[in-house]
């Protein structure tokens, strides 16, 4: 499976910024895909993820109301609009992909990162007080 991000950038705080993320060499079926985000120090952290199968989504506590995930028709291509940005969404953004048992609630896929084989190369998002 290879991925390939774009988006991210610089905005002020209160701004909008949008992620993409393009699969390809991969069933589209039980899979999962999702955002994580590492910032500098941190540990890398599940942002939000969308089944392939069925279309749910997580999201993290922090980023609810604020990012949608989404994906198109032909499930290969991820989104992360995220508006409301606050300093501390600052990080690299990670798309990853990978099998994801159905049945398994998208938080524990997420919460087991360590274990998806396939990632995007990363996307700086920095966010301006």
């Known amino acids: 499976v290879q991925l390939v991000e774009s988006g991210g950038g610089l905005v002020q705080a209160g701004g909008s910024l949008r992620l993409s993320c393009t699969a390809s060499?991969?069933?589209?079926?039980?899979?999962?895909m999702g955002w994580f985000r590492q910032a500098p120090g941190k540990e890398r952290e599940g942002v939000s993820c969308i089944s392939t199968t069925d279309g749910s989504t997580y999201y993290t506590d922090s980023v609810k109301g604020r990012f949608t995930i989404s994906s198109d028709n032909a499930k290969t291509t991820v989104y992360l609009q995220m508006t409301s940005l606050k300093p501390e969404d600052t990080a690299v953004y990670y798309c990853?992909?990978?099998?994801?048992?159905?049945?398994?609630?998208?938080?524990?896929?997420?919460?087991?990162?360590?274990?998806?084989?396939?990632w995007g190369q990363g996307a700086q998002v920095t966010v301006s007080s």
């Open positions: 060499g991969f069933d589209s079926d039980d899979y999962a």
């Open positions: 990853a992909a990978g099998r994801k048992p159905r049945g398994l609630p998208l938080e524990f896929w997420a919460s087991a990162w360590r274990s998806i084989g396939s």
